[in-house]
């Protein structure tokens, strides 16, 4: 018993246990906060999303939207998307209509054709592989709120 607790005393004094990474915590209510703060942003482009915590493989962010999205694949990146506050369809899959480039490994539509659609609602949890394409539609005058992880898979 006394060689557990002396090497419990030597694990949590010394520098090798002061070295690690922190610990992240984000309530429901900080992250509804931060959502908040992006209100004017959303109210004016529809959408808008803040980066919260760099990782070495993966990043969060936190995301408001107000109207439907863009349809997207990220060549590199996955999605887990948590969700906050209402209710969405995702549309997964198809063909991406009217593909461009909008940045490297990052591609852009205006819709997706042929993909399977999921209703979304608060607490729910979804992951999107890389090089899947992905749309989020909201009805007219609806809030959508998400936290997303963005895992790099490539």
């Given at each position: 018993?006394?060689?557990?607790?002396?090497?419990?005393?030597c694990?949590?004094?010394?520098?090798?246990?002061a070295?690690q990474?922190?610990?992240d915590?984000?309530?429901?209510?900080?992250?509804?906060?931060?959502?908040?703060?992006?209100?004017v942003?959303?109210?004016?482009?529809?959408?808008?999303?803040?980066?919260?915590?760099?990782?070495?493989?993966?990043?969060?962010?936190?995301?408001l939207?107000?109207?439907?999205?863009?349809a997207?694949?990220?060549?590199k990146?996955a999605?887990?998307f948590?969700?906050?506050?209402?209710?969405?369809?995702?549309?997964?899959?198809?063909?991406?209509?009217?593909?461009?480039?909008?940045?490297?490994g990052?591609i852009?539509?205006?819709?997706?054709?042929?993909?399977?659609?999921?209703?979304?609602?608060?607490?729910?949890i979804?992951?999107?592989?890389?090089?899947?394409?992905?749309?989020?539609?909201?009805?007219?005058?609806?809030?959508?709120?998400?936290?997303?992880?963005?895992?790099?898979?490539?």
């Amino acid at each position: 018993m006394r060689t557990t607790a002396a090497l419990a005393a030597c694990l949590l004094t010394s520098p090798l246990w002061a070295q690690q990474p922190a610990v992240d915590h984000l309530s429901q209510a900080g992250l509804l906060t931060k959502a908040q703060q992006l209100e004017v942003q959303a109210a004016q482009s529809g959408s808008a999303t803040q980066k919260l915590a760099e990782y070495p493989n993966h990043f969060t962010m936190i995301s408001l939207r107000k109207q439907s999205g863009a349809a997207e694949v990220h060549q590199k990146y996955a999605d887990v998307f948590f969700v906050v506050r209402g209710r969405a369809t995702l549309v997964t899959g198809g063909t991406v209509v009217n593909l461009t480039t909008a940045s490297p490994g990052e591609i852009r539509g205006t819709s997706i054709e042929g993909g399977a659609q999921i209703t979304l609602n608060k607490g729910d949890i979804v992951h999107i592989p890389a090089n899947v394409p992905h749309q989020l539609l909201l009805a007219a005058h609806k809030e959508f709120v998400y936290f997303v992880v963005k895992v790099q898979e490539q």
